[in-house]
């Protein structure tokens, strides 16, 4: 393991421009893909939310395409969402800033004919969500038969949206001489049996996939009555005027009604789900990494396109049904070297998920009673019960104020 990238054997290029974006040391997941896709094998690599996944594979196809010869389309990047594939494509702008490649993105939800005026001008790079791309296709504006690196970028996402047949279809216009980086933050059957399907001998590598406690993020959960969590959220929020807060909601139609319910209390929030156009969407997020939100509402799926620096607070308004997400989702947080707090909202019909959350992660979650909603005795039982079985968090009551380390938004996308 090394801890510089200079010791990767990144290009000159590739170093002035991590050093421009403030990135000297490498993450266990770049550490470990790196020299790999550089060798030119297939990667296959597991890792959560926040460790680094987009340069692991950006850096690499950047270096090696810029010692080719031009002439098409030579990198495809799939990704699930469409704020991940303006950040992802963001990313490849700023590492290749002393390069000459040109980078694109295509992506639904907005007009096709820009996007098809930058590829007729000429594509190394091509950073697309599987519909929109599918379509393009079909019209005749992409072709892939130049393909030399493959990309699947939160692969277990794609899957989950639906987007397996388009995958499949889009992959097998690719040359299957090629190279294939295959990215993803969990790994279930459907995932595996898609890796097997297109990487060939693959490096694996397997970064921290499941663990809930992380080092820098204090943990606690809020036992609430779900007709009262809204308060809770408002009682908390006001107490910290100057927390940076992505709150999670499980619909996208709860969250609207939260952000309703802030902004009723004077609290500047915006939301972002897939019900939201594009051009909402990509402005609620620049409101909240440039301050003049400060609290961001999110589902899940539009969450994997999150990546902005300085979150003090992760609240998880509902908990997930897969206690996977849970990492993911307190992933947010804690980036740049500050610390951050989550806190975890449950009522009595999401006990079940509490139990999973903390039986995957083998430890309790502190309990937070200090405040005016705590539902009492039946949690106590509760409680009494689990922490029997696994070790107790740390936790130092009420609404601990995090290290903060001011760190400017994260224009690379350092994941």
Request: net charge positive; aromatic share 4%; glycine share 6%.
């Amino acid at each position: 393991m090394t801890d510089s990238f200079a010791a990767l054997s990144l290009d000159t290029a590739l170093l002035r421009a991590l050093e421009n974006e403030g990135y000297t040391h490498p993450t266990e997941i770049q550490q470990l893909s790196i020299p790999h896709a550089l060798a030119g094998g297939d990667v296959l690599a597991i890792a959560p939310t926040g460790t680094g996944k987009t340069a692991a594979f950006t850096l690499p196809i950047l270096q090696r395409l810029a010692k080719g010869q031009r002439g098409g389309i030579r990198a495809l990047i799939l990704a699930p969402t469409r704020e991940l594939a303006l950040q992802v494509e963001e990313s490849l702008r700023a590492y290749g800033h002393h390069l000459t490649l040109r980078s694109a993105v295509i992506m639904g939800g907005v007009n096709e004919n820009p996007q098809i005026r930058v590829l007729k001008r000429g594509v190394d790079i091509l950073v697309a969500t599987p519909g929109r791309l599918l379509d393009l296709m079909q019209q005749g504006h992409v072709k892939l038969d130049r393909v030399e690196v493959l990309v699947l970028d939160e692969a277990d996402r794609m899957l989950d949206m639906g987007f397996i047949h388009d995958v499949r279809r889009i992959c097998s216009q690719v040359p299957a001489k090629r190279q294939t980086l295959f990215f993803s933050a969990t790994m279930p059957a459907a995932v595996a049996d898609l890796a097997n399907t297109l990487c060939k001998n693959p490096a694996r590598v397997d970064v921290d996939p499941t663990p809930i406690a992380r080092p820098r993020i204090e943990q606690k959960v809020m036992f609430v009555e779900q007709r009262k969590k809204q308060e809770l959220l408002t009682h908390i929020l006001k107490d910290d005027r100057d927390a940076m807060v992505l709150v999670f909601s499980r619909t996208k139609h709860r969250a609207d009604r939260i952000v309703t319910h802030l902004q009723k209390a004077k609290i500047r929030a915006g939301a972002i789900h897939s019900n939201k156009s594009q051009g909402a969407r990509q402005r609620a997020l620049a409101d909240f990494a440039d301050g003049r939100t400060r609290v961001l509402v999110a589902t899940d799926i539009a969450a994997r396109g999150i990546d902005v620096d300085g979150i003090t607070h992760v609240i998880n308004f509902d908990l997930s049904d897969e206690p996977e997400n849970h990492v993911h989702r307190i992933g947010r947080t804690a980036r740049a070297g500050a610390s951050g707090i989550a806190i975890s909202f449950c009522d009595r019909d999401e006990l079940k998920k509490l139990a999973a959350i903390e039986k995957t992660g083998d430890m309790a979650l502190a309990t937070d009673d200090d405040h005016p909603f705590h539902m009492g005795e039946t949690v106590k039982a509760y409680r009494d019960q689990i922490t029997a079985k696994v070790k107790p968090a740390r936790s130092k009551g009420g609404w601990p104020k995090p290290r903060r380390k001011r760190a400017k938004r994260s224009r690379a996308g350092m994941r």
